[in-house]
DNA sequence: ACTAGCACTGAGAAAGAAAGAGTGCTAAAA
DNA sequence: TTTTAGCACTCTTTCTTTCTCAGTGCTAGT
């Protein structure tokens, strides 16, 4: 078992480790602990065999091993309070009651890139129970129109149809009435298989070309689901970090940031704040990503920082719970607002 | 003055060192001119009096000047063709006539930058001069409702206005009817003039509360000519090239290329493929960017191609004076097609 | 106008030396 | 049983030194 002692110098470590991006010596700690190097050092030698603790090399001094951030996050950081001076910058976000909601979070997270120089990510898409509330058809020659829906909470997403074979106007016409008539109030993500079940069989009686008109739709209205914003701030930051001191480690975080899958393996689905460290982020060993889902009346993702393992995280993981409050709160008040 | 054998040493400097990234030594070039390296070195010494050459050191070979590539680039180079196997991977992507023409520009700079290993940049928007086709308003709640633009050419942009206070329906209603009439085929970047000085007059007659109508909508509507899409392909590429070897040159040209300004170095006026070499490009020293500006029905914006100044200056050039020329006829395809 | 020859230069790699920070272990002190 | 002092040892870092090599400029000769 892990002794008081042992916790306390544990968390030292990784404070200092933190602060400087050195190799914590066993002398450096006697005055904190009032004791000699040498006790410090047996019981960073039992730490380390425990595996919280890691060498660089035979004689280096210790830093914190992947499982003793984690120790530290789970069991030794402070009570959650954020500080003064973060909640400052980022209130000024949150009093503005100008700042539409979305560009509220992009500043947050721009503010937080910006004091701690990580990476702020922000994934964003449209809730998929939002319900649908109207959809126009607008003509833009005999082959193309363009089918727009607009949804409860005021998204509007538009899409080119292209007909295979000019349509009549009043056929179009009769269809958009019968989508209306039909859809209005049915959650987006529904919209499929409401359309291939109610709306296609009776489509199909009162309209002689129905495959064409049909398709055309079910193209345009079943995509909707799956739009989905992405805003990256401060790629550059992380590497202002001196665990990216060499040639071959800046590359290589570029080029993940910069590959097809980043994306998926930013997304969270739970609505704690989650850390996720070293190889537990699955983008790369060197980085840890701070995550949290959000959702307000109709929008929903996931706000993230990514940042070096040896992150603050008491005041990443602070700022994103009070970030998080105050977007789902300022979604709260602007919809009563609204009201 | 520049002795033809000296023009072909040049060349010949430049090409060897975009091939190998070293400097170019004397005895190198011995059998390719069936001279003495001594007869070289004069010529050499000669290009670098008049600036075309420079040494990396006071006994190294030879690399090009910024004014050396300039004079290759614009004296030096040989008849524009495209090379076959290039043509070829681009032609893939132009046969393909389902492709949507903004996806097949995509899909050719990814293969640009693919092959070549630099990176590409794609800004778009709508062209100033797509006449606008209708607006649409859709009342989400008492403050807020939804203005739909749709261009003559199938482009659409949404936004939200918030109401100062509650307007009844029907002077929405009224509002939007008077819009369409007037407006329906002014080009948009018109739009906000004939706003102001032809709608706003008689909408003051007839509403009462016409002020807060009127800036609604002025603002939902002044908004649209701006919007622009930018679109990177292969960040990290670059990185790929020795010249970024040392941490700083790569940290360098990252936070470049992440910085607010970029994207306004990159726009370009002019019709013909350009190329700007080293501090021409106003972006880095380092680099070159050779681009053009594209302009279809609908649509116009710049396409660009980031490398290194020891750029394949040729096969890019010619690529992207293809894709140009690709581009614009497929744009005049499509149009046809749809009429 | 070209070439051969030669002294010279700077980069880059390899090897060694010295300094410093920090460890583990042992034996003694508390 | 826990803590401490002391010491030998290890590894990194930094600084020199040395060598090699590619390539130059210049001079004198063809």
């Known amino acids: 078992m892990i002794g008081s002692r042992q916790k306390e110098l544990l968390k030292e470590i990784v404070l200092e480790y933190i602060k400087t991006a050195r190799p914590v010596g066993s002398k450096s700690l006697c005055k904190k602990f009032k004791c000699s190097s040498a006790t410090i050092r047996n019981d960073m ?40 001076e973060d909640m400052l910058r980022l209130q000024t976000v949150f009093n503005n009651k100008e700042l539409e909601l979305n560009d509220a979070i992009s500043k947050s ?39 727009i829906v607009i949804t409860n909470t005021g998204h509007v997403e538009n899409k ?16 958009t009435e019968l989508l209306n008539k039909m859809l209005i109030g049915t959650p987006i993500d529904e919209v499929p298989s409401k359309l291939e079940f109610d709306i296609k069989p009776i489509i199909r009686n009162y309209i002689k070309n129905y495959e064409v008109v049909y398709n055309a739709f079910y193209n345009a209205l079943s995509n909707f689901t799956s739009e989905r914003d992405v805003k990256f701030t401060g790629k550059a930051n992380i590497l202002k970090q001196p665990e990216f001191s060499t040639v071959d480690d800046v590359k290589n975080i570029i080029s993940k940031f910069e590959s097809k899958d980043m994306v998926s393996k930013i997304e969270e689905t739970g609505d704690e704040v989650k850390v996720y460290i070293g190889r537990e982020s699955e983008i790369d060993d060197n980085v840890t990503i701070v995550k949290t889902k959000y959702k307000v009346a109709g929008r929903e993702g ?25 977007i789902e709160n300022k979604g709260k008040e602007d919809e009563l607002e609204e009201k």
Chains 1, 2 share one sequence.
């Open 109 to 147: 997270l721009e503010i937080i890139s910006d004091i701690t120089n990580y990476t702020s990510v922000i994934l964003g898409k449209e809730s998929s129970d939002n319900k649908l509330q109207k959809v126009e058809v607008v003509p833009i020659n005999e082959r193309q129109l363009i089918a």
């Open 160 to 175: 080119t149809v292209m007909l295979d074979e000019a349509i009549p106007t009043e056929e179009i016409a009769k269809t």
């Open 45 to 84: 030698a039992e730490l380390e065999s425990l595996g919280y603790l890691e060498k660089t090399h035979i004689s280096s001094g210790r830093i914190p091993s992947e499982e003793g951030y984690r120790y530290y996050v789970d069991n030794l950081m402070e009570p959650k309070k954020i500080s003064g």
């Open 302 to 326: 996931t706000i993230a920082i990514i940042g070096p393992k040896r992150m603050e995280y008491e005041r990443v993981i602070n700022m994103l719970e009070y970030l998080k409050e105050h």
